[in-house]
């Protein structure tokens, strides 16, 4: 086989802290990890894209120059060309492009983002732009082809963790704030259900109740600022317990318990790792009490890691299926084992860079 002009290579994510928060305004706590999708190019002698994605079975091929209308939904592929055209990119060549990945499918690791990701960096190598190493700017790119150009309801989390790498603390709200934790976290465990998630619909159910509970609050405390006012400011002011109210309250509490991880994972090495379980823990009860985002099969995975010696646990992704991850340094390989006896699969995983060429 001939050696591609261009591979770019991007990570599946790791939300540590700060799950569902971050199409709220909200920081979260990213890790990238090795499991990766790569894209590889290669010359052709007509002016087409041809798309080859072994691992889906799936091909596309359409002419990047001409108009490219959506044939399907979330149409990553030709989006994210629309996006860039309109930045002012032209593609008058051809290329075949092969799309691998060992990033699980449809399961809260990212993997649909890091596909766009990706194939933004190629879509910007392949023009030799000013950006192609910026990874801010690709991050943005990634959000506005994935998100904004289908009005979906997700938040740009999934691109800046995959665009930066490494163990990161993001704010994405009116400015974006990235924090580097310099001490890599050691002993994650990926556990994949196999049970496919629902992402599209429950984001878009929680984030509307979430901001109908944070509207119910401004109606009572006036000044509210979902960024920073106390959870306790509000619970001596509102007593009502309204499903919108309750999920509200939990996105609150999930921020301060992010707030406490950011504060355990700056220091080096980590002094307390069983505070970070700790907190892992209580950020799943908010998730799985409030926000109602477990399956049964999730719990069973989670408890068969705690009691193998995971100091945390929680659900990961948008939910109802897909993958969880447990926090066990030292004991890495008995709760995989654990999983995988309540029917789970489990990869050990570590932190890695972002998207690169």
């Known amino acids: 086989m001939k050696k591609p002009l261009y591979t770019v290579s991007a990570p599946g994510r790791i939300c540590l802290f700060g799950e569902h928060s971050d199409y709220l305004g909200l920081p979260v706590i990213t890790m990238a990890m090795n499991l990766r999708l790569t894209i590889s190019a290669f010359p052709r002698k007509d002016k087409k894209f041809k798309i080859i994605m072994p691992d ?7 002419t990047p120059s001409q108009a490219l209308p959506y044939t399907k939904e979330r149409d990553y592929l030709r989006s994210g060309v629309n996006v860039l055209k309109r930045k002012g990119c032209s593609f008058s060549k051809g290329y075949d492009f092969f799309v ?3 990033i699980p499918i449809n399961s809260g690791a990212s993997s649909s983002s890091a596909l766009v990701v ?3 960096k190629m879509l910007l190598a392949l023009q ?10 690709i991050a943005k790119l990634a959000y506005e082809a994935e998100v904004l150009e289908f009005k979906e309801a997700g938040g740009r989390m ?8 490494e163990l990161i603390y993001h704010e994405n709200h009116k400015t974006i704030d990235i924090r580097f934790l310099d001490e890599a976290i050691q002993g994650i465990v990926l556990g994949d259900s196999l049970e496919k998630k629902e992402t599209i619909e429950t984001l878009k159910k929680n984030s509307r109740e979430v901001k109908e509970g944070f509207r119910q609050i401004k109606k009572v405390i006036s000044n509210f600022n979902v960024e920073i006012t106390p959870v306790q400011e509000v619970l001596k002011k509102i007593s009502e317990t309204s499903d919108p109210l309750q999920k509200a309250m939990a996105t609150l509490k999930n921020r301060d318990i992010t707030h406490q991880a950011l504060q355990e994972l700056v220091l080096k090495p980590f002094q307390n790792p069983k505070k970070i379980g700790k907190l892992m823990n209580e950020h799943h009860l908010m998730l799985k009490k409030y926000l109602k985002i477990s399956t049964p099969k999730i719990e ?17 992704g948008s939910g109802l299926g897909g993958t969880m991850i447990a926090y066990a340094p030292g004991r890495e390989k008995q709760v ?11 990869t050990l995983v570590h932190q890695d860079r972002g998207v690169i060429t």
Do not use: Q, T
Request: aromatic share 8%; charged share 30%.
């Open 56 to 62: 889906i079975h799936e091909e596309e091929i359409f």
């Open 336 to 346: 995989a084992k654990a999983i995988e006896r309540v029917g789970g699969k489990a």
């Open 300 to 316: 069973r995975m989670i408890k068969a890691s705690l009691k193998a010696g995971a100091y945390g646990a929680k659900i990961h």
């Open 100 to 102: 691998k990945s060992k």
């Open 158 to 165: 999934d691109h800046f963790a995959i665009s930066i790498g």
């Open 118 to 120: 990706a194939w933004v």
């Open 128 to 137: 030799h732009h000013e950006n192609e190493f910026n990874p801010i700017e």
